[in-house]
């Protein structure tokens, strides 16, 4: 196990990792939990890099010069070759909005704080992960964040092994304990963000740091071996996307890799299976698969408007094999390994200027000064345009002159009222309310239940303990109450099993007994309460509905037709029934956005001018709320004000 020497078994767990990852892309139901192959390999970078930092560190040869250059020849030329693939791709397939978050990404992962967006990305309306053809630059972004502070660390404790096995050590501890409660409490941070990931590294980082200053005992090699890959298998078979990851989950994947590196190259696994040199082949080609594979599978969903068929998947992955070898082969090991002393001088600048000219192109199209082939059709400007117009930045109290206040409670459905309400207290010149909205999208407003995805039900509480504050007057609840029946992830509070809740059953008539109980405390204490019901919602309404990307071209097939106000009704009625006996019980009032969004027979899905009405299939666009939703209006003002003012019409 000399520091220096090549490790072909770890190029073959390279191998097992990339693989377990391209198959979780393509095949989810095959590998579960295969994107713990990205542990693997943050384990495997730590050992790797840090070996070769505590080897120049004991020659003294090391220079953060030497080692960035190193890391640019590495990095840069299989991203910068994907990158631009990536923006030719999009700029034939997306549309403006799309093409604009595309560019976002671009330079997010030329500046390797791909998963520093993708964590602020992260919320209700975010885009579904499966369509970011550059979602899984965010593990090259933990990664280059660490070896930007790692190398600087171990430099200081250069001539003090002693102490720098402690901050090693506590460094990774802090990691981990960091890990564990992100994972309980902010899930997105846990994945994405450096802070719960570094421990990963480190764990690498201590097994090269025993193997230069210290020594391993080599007993029980074999056991190793065997222990470490039965870990790394058990995380590809047990793990799935419901599990609380990282958590105390990532150590399966973490300390496998850490048994099976220190078990030696000698050791049984290692030497026949891992060093294989089928194995050897694609660990080598690894990186350039990794970045190759996830753009062909994200933009094959793009043009399928779903997952592709499985002979496609099938074919991508052979491409994305093929990519990558050609990559290799043409690309990374001329630049990295080229004995032309012009070509070792020119290298870096040119690979660092390159990748600055894709940030500079990415922020060309988040900024709309660069559009794709589709901006040339005017209707699917107006589809973009839709989608974007979305005005809610979070929850808010705007003071009134009343000494009263009014909450607006619920999810997205209720957010998006906002630009409503935002335009008449922006008008209004009399007294007002003071307005307190308090919302969280995809989080029903019904106590007792809780969302795999969501976290919801400490907002309830929150929300319900707020209504209760002597100052509010009225309380206006709003919801998406048919996506509360088809998502099937509500679960009840404290279930440890997480089953499933199926509503409207008569096994669980007690979440909405609940719902009507808190409610009635409300009205009891003489508040004014408010239930807005479903408002419109069906793939009818969703302007993407109409976008055709046939073969690698945009096209749009026909114009937006009415949803039948019949076929909404059916759709929204056992919920809306429900709720509107639930109001009549309490004595809430009841509003019913059909009433205003729609005709007696049909909900139009465009204006007058032949603009979409509709974000999407059930949220209404800023524009059209702002002007055409009034129900609101009226729980602004003083009650009886409003009764004067209906007494006198």
Not at 87 to 114: C, M, N, Q, T
Request: net charge positive; glycine share 8%.
């Amino acid at each position: 196990m000399a520091a220096h020497v090549y490790r072909p078994d770890v190029d073959g767990l390279r191998a097992l990792a990339v693989l377990a990852v391209v198959a979780f892309h393509a095949f989810p139901q095959a590998a579960p939990g295969g994107f713990a192959g990205v542990d693997v390999f943050f384990v495997i970078s730590g050992f790797l890099i840090s070996g070769i930092i505590f080897e120049d560190l004991k020659s003294a040869r090391f220079t953060f010069t030497g080692f960035y250059w190193r890391r640019v020849r590495r990095i840069f030329p299989a991203l910068v070759l994907v990158l631009t693939v990536c923006l030719g791709l999009g700029w034939l397939v997306l549309l403006p909005d799309e093409y604009a978050r595309l560019g976002k990404h671009v330079a997010g992962g030329a500046g390797f704080i791909s998963n520093v967006l993708l964590w602020q990305e992260s919320g209700y309306f975010d885009v579904a992960a499966e369509l970011k053809p550059l979602l899984h630059l965010w593990s090259l972004g933990v990664e280059e964040q660490y070896y930007l502070v790692w190398p600087l660390a171990l430099y200081l404790l250069r001539r003090r092994p002693r102490p720098m096995l402690w901050m090693i050590a506590g460094v990774a501890a802090l990691s981990f304990a960091a890990n564990l409660w992100l994972t309980l409490h902010k899930p997105g941070a846990a994945f994405f963000l450096p802070v719960g990931r570094f421990w990963e590294l480190l764990a690498g980082s201590l097994l090269a740091y025993f193997l230069h200053y210290g020594r391993l005992p080599q007993a029980q090699r074999e056991l190793k071996a065997w222990a470490g890959m039965s870990m790394i298998c058990a995380s590809l078979v047990l793990l799935d996307k419901g599990r609380a990851f990282p958590g105390w989950w990532a150590l399966l994947p973490v300390l496998g890799s850490v048994l099976v590196i220190w078990a030696g190259a000698e050791a049984w696994i290692n030497r026949r299976i891992l060093a294989h040199p089928a194995a050897v082949f694609v660990g080598l080609i690894s990186y350039p698969l990794y970045l190759w594979h996830w753009p062909l599978l994200a933009y094959a969903r793009v043009v399928y408007e779903g997952e592709a068929p499985w002979t496609t998947r099938l074919a991508l992955c052979a491409l994305s094999v093929l990519a990558a070898w050609l990559t290799y082969e043409l690309i990374e090991k001329k630049l990295r390994f080229s004995k032309l002393p012009a070509m070792r001088r020119i290298a870096v600048p040119a690979l660092a200027a390159s990748m600055a000219g894709l940030a500079a192109v990415g922020l060309a199209a988040v900024q709309s000064r660069l559009l794709p082939q589709s901006a040339s059709l005017a209707s699917v400007r107006e589809i973009s345009s839709a989608f974007n117009d979305w005005d809610y930045s979070g929850d808010r109290i705007i003071p009134g002159n009343t000494g009263r206040a009014v909450l607006f409670l619920g999810d997205s459905h209720m957010q998006h009222y906002w630009p409503r309400i935002k335009k008449v207290l922006a008008e209004r010149t009399g007294p007002v309310h003071t307005v307190i909205l308090k919302t969280a999208g995809g989080c029903a407003p019904l106590p007792g239940i809780e969302r795999k995805s969501g976290r919801c039900s400490r907002f309830v509480d929150e929300a319900f303990s707020l209504a209760r504050q002597p100052e509010i007057e009225t309380v206006v609840i709003a919801a998406s109450w048919v996506g509360l029946l088809q998502r099937g992830d509500y679960y009840k509070v404290g279930d440890p099993e997480q089953a499933p809740l199926l509503l409207l059953t008569r096994e669980t008539e007690w979440v909405l007994q609940g719902f009507e109980a808190a409610l009635a405390e409300l009205t009891a204490a003489g508040k004014h309460v408010v239930l807005v019901l479903s408002s419109p919602r069906g793939s009818a309404l969703d302007p993407k509905s109409v976008i055709d990307r046939d073969g690698m071209a945009v096209q749009v097939r026909g114009a937006l037709a009415p949803l039948r106000r019949a076929d909404l009704a059916a759709l929204t009625a056992p919920i809306d029934g429900r709720l509107r006996r639930i109001a009549d019980a309490v004595g809430a009032a009841v509003i019913d956005p059909a009433d205003w969004l729609c005709s007696p027979a049909l909900c139009p899905s465009v204006d007058e001018m032949g603009r979409p009405l509709y974000k999407d299939e059930s949220h209404l666009r800023a524009s059209v709320a702002r002007e055409r939703f009034g129900a609101v209006d009226p729980y602004l003002f003083p009650r009886e004000l409003n009764e004067k003012r209906t007494s006198s019409e």
